[in-house]
């Protein structure tokens, strides 16, 4: 009982700390790269007070809900747009033994709950009864349709690599040559992860010069800032999964397990705020063309190619 009340402490604190160690890294990278000196003054000493101060003008916002809305469908939804990425959290190991929950079908469970979060966004878009905001809803759902396809083939081909659906045993089945021979479906599942995420360049959803903030338009307060931190915990949890399932998660020489863990999710974490930093919104159809035309194929191509080498293997 000591253990499961350690490993669900752990898991909290990952929820509660890394998402905001994530938001704070996007400040700072974004005021380099983008010369923005607004994040680098408050606390004086290279803004370190930014994410505080963030926190603070959430807290003081009015919580203003619509007229119109649909009270319960929108107070619920920030919830269920950051729930399921805790519940992700349970079935991730960060080391040999370390993992809450050992499932057989982990990665078949990581997926169905990953896909609930986006529900969060249709049901805001939908209970705020403002036309914005229920265009932006509608692009969740289409994104998620989209990109929810190559999404599973990709981590469909590495659970093929491995043998099992259990998180931990594809950890321990990868081998460091799994990195190019599954190369183009870590690319393929860590996009069409923050496409799903709606993270540029895929934020279509939310889109401030067309539908101000999209589902989260009618949103202030606390509400607002839990559907922030549902995309920060979204970025860890994405992270987490590319880790453990591409890059060998606890492997590495040297340094401890739990630090190689550590350190790869920052790493692809700094890759997404790199990749919003440099790169502009796509339009709806050069992302449906994206999903579609290439990351399905290659998706398929990798699964099928998976399918070869097992066959070769083996035989």
Known sequence: MLEVVLSFAVILIVFLVLPLIVG???HKVMAHMQSRLGPM???????????IADGVKFAQK???????????????????????YLVVLIVIPIDRGRVAVNLDLGLFFVLAVMGVGVLGSIMAGWASANKYSVLGGMRSAAQLMSYELPLVLAASSVAMAAGTLSIPGIVEAWQWWWLPWQAVGGVVFFLAGLAELRRPPFDMPIAESEIIMGPMTEYTGMRFALFMLSEYVGIVVLSFLTTV??????HGPLLPGWLWTLIKVFALS????????TFP???????QKLAWAILVPL????LALTGIIKVLVQG
Request: charged residues 20%; hydrophobic residues 55%; aromatic residues 12%.
């Open 281 to 287: 919104r796509l339009r709806e159809d050069q992302l």
């Open 24 to 26: 704070q890294t996007e």
């Open 270 to 277: 700094f890759v997404v705020i790199w990749l919003r930093v």
């Open 62 to 84: 009015e919580d203003v809900i619509p007229a119109a809305a649909d009270r319960r469908i929108f107070m619920i939804a920030p919830g269920v747009a950051l729930v399921p």
């Open 299 to 302: 998706a398929l191509g990798q």
């Open 41 to 51: 003054y408050a606390g004086r000493f290279h803004g370190w007070a930014q994410l």
């Open 245 to 250: 399932l591409f890059l060998g998660g606890w």
